[in-house]
């Protein structure tokens, strides 16, 4: 039973543009969320972070939106760089942060 | 070294044998975590450790795998009589007290069982 999920597999973007990444959560009790890039044979980095007190959070050329009542949170990259060509894995936590639960990735291409 | 450092980077072996992974987390990191991915699939959480101790051993699999950690650092994840679903990409990761530090990964270890 997957908690967190995010629909779309892959992502193809042109330099320049907007990126979205969607990812959905199944548990209201989840209060705090993540996002991880991945580029092959590493490991996934922290990109950013929000809080469920928060309803957005800014940096830089990302930008992290959390809707609770939908229970719905999206990365926004503006504008999007080639570099950014990895996975992108959303996660969320509960308040005991023992545990994140991580979605099943979406591969994000920014065309040059 | 800076970062979560797993080793071996690689590892194949026949179904049946039994294979030790290894990671070394960031120093001064309290909270060690286990995950792996499968082929196709997100992160699946395995195994918590705060200092020595594992609260949360929920996401083990098997009764086949079992993890440990010695002085608060190293920590081995053992999988005896490795099956063909075993294959994945096992990671480590580490945060500073386990408090929602955000989780700092290592490279992993490719697991395939042959």
């Known amino acids: 039973d997957q908690q967190v999920k995010q629909n779309s597999p892959s992502l193809s973007v042109q330099e320049g543009r907007i990126s979205i990444l969607n990812c959905d959560y199944t548990n209201s009790m989840f209060d705090y969320f993540l996002w991880y890039k991945k580029y092959p044979a590493e490991g996934p980095t922290f990109l950013i972070s929000?809080?469920?007190?928060?309803d957005k959070n800014e940096d830089g050329r990302f930008t992290v939106f959390l809707n609770k009542s939908a229970k719905h949170l999206s990365l926004h990259i503006v504008p999007s760089q080639p570099g950014d060509s990895a996975v992108y894995f959303c996660a969320a936590s509960l308040v005991n942060f023992n545990k994140f639960y991580f979605g099943s990735g979406t591969k994000l291409n920014v065309k040059p | 070294g800076a970062g979560v450092s797993q080793s071996p980077s690689n590892k194949v072996t026949e179904k049946g044998k039994d294979v030790e992974l290894r990671c070394d987390p960031i120093?001064?990191?309290?909270?060690l975590y286990w995950y792996r991915q499968s082929l196709g699939q997100g992160l699946e959480f395995l195994i918590y450790f705060q200092g020595n101790s594992a609260p949360d051993k929920s996401g083990l699999p098997s009764d086949r795998f079992s993890a440990e950690r010695t002085g608060g650092s190293v920590s081995t994840l053992t999988i005896q009589r490795t099956q063909q679903e075993d294959s994945a990409v096992y990671l480590c990761?580490?945060?500073?007290?386990?408090?929602?530090?955000?989780?700092?990964f290592g490279n992993g270890t490719r697991l395939t069982v042959t």
């Open positions: 120093s001064g990191h309290t909270a």
């Open positions: 929000i809080s469920s007190i928060k």
């Open positions: 990761a580490s945060s500073l007290e386990g408090d929602g530090s955000p989780l700092h």
